[in-house]
């Protein structure tokens, strides 16, 4: 079990409060505003530097390169909202590489289990046909192929990515206690 110095209470009650507000928001609105991403990225950055110099700078840095990364690699071809993009590059500082990882493998699961859980409920309350004509493009844009805007992509999702992160998080950090 970690020790409860400044360092910890800091890094604890931000992460809390940053997953807490992001997945509120975008549970509500699909949105994950710049209000909140950008001060807690510049944020982490500060706190890596007070508390750890150097070292937590890189270990902030490969958090980022590794979170905001694979994010906006997802976004450029379509898999994830720009929000995310936002949220992971600011978590992942905070965070560093090593959490990061398991943040991400962590809300995979979460991701998975969410979106199955959606889907049978779903399936039970209006059938297969609706339930699969909800969720493909064709029945948000009228067509299979060509563009499509960002709200249809958003009306399509089944579910907003804040939560899974947070409940990874939270996961991870009860389970890696050590490490942070």
Same mark, same amino acid.
């Given at each position: 079990?970690?020790?409860?110095?400044?360092?910890?209470?800091?890094?604890?009650?931000?992460?809390?409060?940053?997953?807490?507000?992001?997945?509120?928001?975008?549970?509500?609105?699909?949105?994950?505003?710049?209000?909140?991403?950008? &001060?807690?990225?510049?944020?982490?950055?500060?706190?890596?530097?007070?508390?750890?110099?150097?070292?937590?700078?890189?270990?902030?840095?490969?958090?980022?390169?590794?979170?905001?990364?694979?994010?906006?690699?997802?976004?450029?071809?379509?898999?994830?909202?720009?929000?995310?993009?936002?949220?992971?590059?600011?978590? /992942?500082?905070?965070?560093?590489?090593?959490?990061?990882?398991?943040?991400?493998?962590?809300?995979?699961?979460?991701?998975?289990?969410?979106?199955?859980?959606?889907?049978?409920?779903?399936?039970?309350?209006?059938?297969?046909?609706?339930?699969?004509?909800?969720?493909?493009?064709?029945?948000?844009?009228?067509?299979?192929?060509?563009?499509? /805007?960002?709200?249809?992509?958003?009306?399509?999702?089944?579910?907003?990515?804040?939560? &899974?992160?947070?409940?990874?998080?939270? /996961?991870?950090?009860?389970?890696?206690?050590?490490?942070?």
């Amino acid at each position: 079990m970690p020790h409860f110095t400044i360092q910890n209470v800091v890094f604890l009650i931000a992460i809390v409060l940053f997953t807490s507000v992001t997945a509120w928001t975008d549970l509500r609105s699909r949105k994950i505003y710049n209000n909140t991403t950008l &001060p807690m990225w510049i944020a982490g950055w500060i706190y890596q530097a007070i508390f750890f110099q150097w070292d937590g700078i890189l270990n902030g840095l490969g958090g980022f390169g590794l979170g905001f990364g694979l994010f906006f690699v997802l976004w450029i071809i379509g898999s994830a909202g720009g929000g995310d993009v936002k949220l992971m590059g600011a978590l /992942s500082v905070w965070l560093g590489g090593s959490l990061t990882l398991k943040v991400i493998l962590a809300s995979l699961i979460f991701v998975v289990i969410g979106t199955l859980t959606f889907l049978i409920i779903g399936i039970c309350k209006e059938g297969w046909k609706k339930t699969r004509k909800h969720y493909t493009r064709a029945a948000t844009t009228g067509q299979l192929t060509g563009t499509e /805007s960002a709200d249809s992509r958003s009306k399509r999702r089944v579910m907003a990515f804040a939560m &899974p992160v947070a409940l990874a998080t939270w /996961s991870v950090l009860l389970m890696f206690r050590n490490q942070w």
